[in-house]
């Protein structure tokens, strides 16, 4: 699991730093479908250059501009714009945990035409598309690079900015639980509670409550899902999925069953968990889990998608079933790289 990728080089700190102070108006952008840590980290540096004076306009590139209910807790929001006013052509365009253009979605043209791009990323799949690059990926979440880089800036982090980094940190940690539980993440959690943070009001917006609805369209889901013992060369995977139909029926927002993949992983006798989510206009996003010999970022990525080795996801305009029958065979526990 270690790579012995060196974090960040003095020159691109030196670099992105120089960049962000000259720009008058950075236009910041992270990944379609923002989860916590996107967002979060996006919000985070957001909020602190806007307190320099900056114009700061901040976005994702979704279809349906909308945040998820649970992330609009955040500070920051009022930062955001929809992609139609967007700069066509920012001096500075800055993205957040986006592993690749393709995953700005309709502002990856906009970062194609900046002055300068810089990337601020932890995925170790990153594919390094701007001019200047911050990917750790020895980083627990993006939020951790940004706490780096606001130091560096000489910015204070006051609780509104440590709340959106300490989002994206609990999320992409898993709470603390996951394999990338560093010290490093133990002492940024530390340093943003000090500020003053209610980790609770946060836990509880970002996993403790639903609407009932969300009960109802769960039990539909894991009313079918299906152990198969023998696949992932016997280590088993489980897996269900989610129509819009199901969510239809309840009236739940297709963000509301993000999480899903959380229950379904947790399953003893499966290696592999695999939620298959129908969006609102028909296609389907896949999100996979492994508990560590497979890596699942890389069959994610054969099919067009990405992530990290124990988490990643894809799109997919097939049915159910092919979808499933295209997964199964990349899903080999081929040596143990984590
Ligand atoms: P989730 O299953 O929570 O949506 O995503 C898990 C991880 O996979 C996250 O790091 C997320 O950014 C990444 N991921 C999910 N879907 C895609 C995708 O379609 N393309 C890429 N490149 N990464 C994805
Ligand atoms: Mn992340």
């Known amino acids: 699991m270690t790579t012995n990728e060196s974090a960040v080089g003095e020159a691109d700190w030196r670099r992105a730093t120089e960049l962000i102070r000259a720009a008058d108006t950075p236009a910041l952008a992270c990944h379609v479908s923002p989860d916590a840590d996107a967002l979060g980290s996006m919000l985070g540096l957001g909020l602190a250059l806007a307190r320099t004076g900056k114009k700061v306009v901040a976005s994702f590139g979704d279809r349906v501009f909308a945040v998820p209910r649970l992330l609009r807790f955040l500070p920051g929001q009022h930062l955001l714009v929809e992609p139609p006013a967007y700069p066509a052509e920012p001096d500075l365009m800055i993205t957040f945990d986006a592993s690749t253009m393709e995953r700005l979605g309709l502002l990856a043209p906009h970062a194609g035409k900046a002055g300068e791009l810089l990337v601020i990323d932890h995925h170790v799949s990153n594919t390094r598309f701007g001019t200047v690059h911050l990917v750790d990926p020895g980083a627990a979440s993006t939020t951790m690079v940004v706490e780096e880089l606001i130091d560096r800036l000489g910015l204070p982090i006051d609780r509104e ?148 080795p124990r988490a990643a996801g894809f799109s997919s305009a097939l049915t159910v079933a092919d979808t499933m029958a295209a997964l199964r065979p990349l899903l080999a526990p081929e040596g143990s790289r984590s």
């Open 161 to 308: 900015v440590a709340t959106c980094l300490y989002a994206g940190l609990v999320t992409d940690t898993g709470s603390f639980r996951h394999s990338i539980t560093t010290p490093a993440a133990h002492a940024l959690a530390g340093r943003l509670l000090a500020t003053g943070l209610r980790p609770e009001e946060i836990a509880r917006d970002l996993w403790d409550r639903s609407p009932f609805a969300y009960l109802r369209v769960l039990g539909t889901a894991l009313g079918r899902a299906t152990l198969e013992p023998d696949a992932v060369g016997g280590l088993g995977l489980v897996w269900t999925y989610v129509t819009r139909a199901d969510r239809a029926a309840e009236g739940l927002p297709y963000d509301e069953v993000e999480g899903m993949i959380d229950v379904v992983r947790r399953v003893d006798e499966a290696e592999v968990a695999v939620v298959l989510k129908e969006d609102d206009e028909g296609g389907w996003n896949v999100s996979t889990r492994s508990k560590g010999t497979v890596d699942v970022a890389r069959a994610c990525a054969a099919l067009g998608g990405g992530g990290h």
